[in-house]
């Protein structure tokens, strides 16, 4: 029993941490003491709920939980002032059948941990641990950076964040062009964690990827005529039309040239087409999430692999590495270049990828190589390039069908 509810209180922290720090952190006004009262709530769960039961809305209970231990501490600390007015007036009126996590909450962390006073890749590291619930060895191998550096990177961002007394509120206008750029980046990076775990036993992360894309409806709300927000929610609505196809019965990766475009979310493909249409309609031009979302529209519009305009995607890819430069976009281009003009074209590109060191550490480079060399007919180079990929990937459902591609090669 305690087994069971232990893996509960997993899956509901999985899906409403997020929501409950940033309800605590808008109350208490610290993000690093919000987390503390989270796990406080969290432990007293694992200690009550074996013997009492789950309750019928584990949200609210861990919230409720926490919001007394704040007033507990206060009260102990004899500085209860306006603080404890102001939670305790309606902490009895929590229900279970009223209460629903505030849907801006979430997006206040987000700004909250995207403050300028943070550098990018602090207010990224940030946002991760704390919106996209990533454990810090996760964070780490996405940075390429020891697990110690990421550690120390995060609780220095949680301090600044306190010793600058940043609001958990949607700044001033005034604000937002210091800020909107990394809080595109980190919803779309918490929504690539949930369309492609980058660990664990799962491919997919829905909650997450269902998290970032209300997050982008959300701002396009408060933004309604800012092009990269739209553009983003564009690319998260036709990235996410593809879920239920992209595992199969037994929760396996299922490529794009082996899904059941049947099975892809047609509202969810013309929400995103809509979306990328209001955008240009806006004539600022196509900024990279609009660039990404004109790629990802190829791919829905096309029945099959060989109907997609791969041409116009390679002009799409190259336009995009000239406004966003990346060692990623120059990977996906080598792949479009493959499919539009062979794939030994597409090889040559992989290569000085590979000469040049970039992504290192990553599966990413080795997994396209061994597919490409597979389709040139190298097939001991492919499948040590696929097995080499399959070595350095932490998620454990797409190193197993890395392995399978590997083995189905014959030498």
């Not at 996590?101 to 590291?125: G, K, M, N, S, W």
């Not at 998620?395 to 392995?403: S, T």
């Amino acid at each position: 029993m305690t087994t069971d509810v232990a893996r509960r209180v997993a899956a509901i922290w999985r899906i409403e941490g997020a929501r409950i720090v940033a309800t605590l952190a808008r109350v208490v006004g610290d993000l690093a003491t919000a987390e503390d009262l989270a796990q406080d709530a969290v432990a007293e769960a694992l200690a009550q709920w074996p013997r009492d039961g789950i309750p019928s809305n584990p949200g609210a209970w861990l919230t409720a939980v926490a919001k007394r231990r704040a007033i507990d501490g206060w009260r102990r600390s004899q500085n209860l002032g306006e603080k404890y007015r102001l939670i305790g007036a309606d902490l009895d009126e929590i229900t279970d059948a009223e209460w629903q996590p505030i849907d801006d909450d979430v997006l206040r962390l987000v700004f909250a941990a995207c403050h300028p006073v943070l550098a990018r890749e602090a207010q990224v590291a940030l946002t991760l641990k704390v919106v996209g619930g990533l454990d810090t060895d996760a964070i780490a191998r996405l940075f390429l950076v020891p697990v110690p550096t990421m550690q120390q990177r995060i609780v220095r961002a949680k301090k600044s964040l306190s010793v600058a007394r940043v609001p958990f509120a949607v700044p001033d206008p005034s604000e937002w062009p210091a800020r909107l750029g990394a809080v595109l980046s980190v919803i779309y990076l918490v929504f690539t964690e949930g369309y492609a775990a980058s660990t664990g036993g799962a491919v997919l992360r829905t909650e997450l990827a269902h998290e970032a894309v209300r997050l982008g409806r959300v701002l396009n709300r408060l933004l309604p005529r800012e092009p990269e927000a739209l553009g983003l929610s564009a690319l998260m609505e036709l990235q996410a039309s593809r879920f239920a196809a992209r595992v199969d019965a037994n929760g396996d990766a299922v490529l794009l040239a082996d899904q059941d475009r049947r099975r892809w979310d047609r509202s969810a493909i013309a929400r995103g087409a809509a979306m990328l249409d209001r955008a240009d309609a806006l004539g600022r031009g196509r900024g990279p999430y609009q660039l990404q979302a004109a790629i990802a529209l190829c791919h829905a519009k096309a029945m099959s692999v060989e109907a997609t305009d791969w041409d116009r995607i390679v002009l799409l890819y190259e336009m995009l590495g000239r406004v966003a430069p990346s060692p990623v976009v120059e990977l996906n281009r080598a792949v479009a270049v493959s499919m539009a003009s062979g794939a030994l074209e597409g090889l040559a590109i992989a290569d000085q990828l590979a000469d040049a060191g970039a992504l290192k550490g990553s599966h990413l480079i080795p997994s396209v190589r061994g597919e490409l060399l597979s389709r040139l007919g190298r097939t001991r180079e492919a499948r040590s390039e696929l097995l080499a990929a399959a070595e350095l990937t932490r998620n454990e459902r797409e190193a197993a069908l890395l392995r399978r591609k590997a083995e189905a090669l014959r030498l």
